[in-house]
């Protein structure tokens, strides 16, 4: 069975200052791992997702991700931090072999000073 | 092209009542999954419906059921609600395709308070 977790529950930056996001996942395949981002209130939306390929993934709003599989680890990284980037992230880990369902962690809360 | 649509947005229901959800996918999409995000934890995945039928589930009680209709939309369904059943509830709508990995988008979610 494949799990995530994401290590930080709550990071707080500055804005204008760099962030990263930790993700660990299990799984005995190959991983297809995605970041999402959800704002107060407000459903899922994906920032990126690595199936194959160049493991230095770009995604919307300036967010890169690098998949390390030597590490299991699939980290959310942004240069610098706007203001609006303030909500909570969520790393999954997809299984193609059951159903494509997604697997979550528990998510990263992300506060941004002024 | 419309994405995913879930209807109600917000729902309040008693303790014990039964309570209905809709989710229309995606045009071109025939598969729908179903999370239950509790405050504050990350979703977590119900069921999923293909062919009208259940293909998948996951560590929830049968008092959640689903059904999926011939134009591919769906209904879940909670019956003797209890107050740990309020969460948002999300939609996710794919495509069936083999041998690769098909990508689930995700709907609003609807709202779901039991008092």
């Known amino acids: 069975a494949q799990s995530v977790t994401q290590p930080d529950i709550h990071i707080t930056v500055s804005e204008g200052a760099s962030l990263e996001l930790r993700c660990n996942y299990s799984?005995?395949?190959?991983?297809?791992l995605f970041w999402y981002v959800q704002s107060p209130g407000q459903g899922l939306q994906l920032l990126l997702k690595?199936?194959?390929?160049?493991?230095l993934v770009q995604g919307i709003k300036g967010f890169e991700a690098e998949f390390k599989r030597s590490q299991s680890s699939f980290n959310l990284r942004k240069p610098s931090v706007h203001w609006s980037d303030a909500a909570e992230y969520f790393c999954?880990?997809?299984?193609?072999?059951?159903?494509?369902?997604?697997?979550f962690g528990g998510g990263t809360r992300v506060l941004v000073k002024p | 092209d419309a994405g995913v649509t879930q209807s109600p947005t917000h729902l309040i229901k008693t303790r014990g009542q039964q309570v209905t959800l809709r989710c229309s996918p995606k045009s071109g999409h025939d598969t729908v999954s179903w999370y239950q995000q509790a405050l504050g934890q990350g979703p977590q995945f119900i069921f999923q419906?293909?062919?009208?039928?259940?293909?998948q589930r996951g560590n929830f009680p049968d008092r959640f059921s689903g059904h999926q209709f011939p134009n591919y939309s769906s209904e879940l369904n909670v019956n003797a609600l209890l107050l740990g059943d309020s969460a948002l509830y999300l939609c996710?709508?794919?495509?069936?395709?083999?041998?690769?990995?098909?990508?689930?988008?995700f709907g609003p979610g609807t709202r779901l308070t039991v008092l």
């Open positions: 419906y293909y062919e009208e039928e259940e293909r």
């Open positions: 799984y005995g395949a190959t991983p297809y």
């Open positions: 996710a709508s794919s495509l069936n395709g083999q041998g690769i990995y098909n990508e689930q988008f």
């Open positions: 999954a880990v997809g299984a193609r072999a059951a159903g494509n369902k997604l697997t």
């Open positions: 690595y199936f194959s390929g160049d493991t």
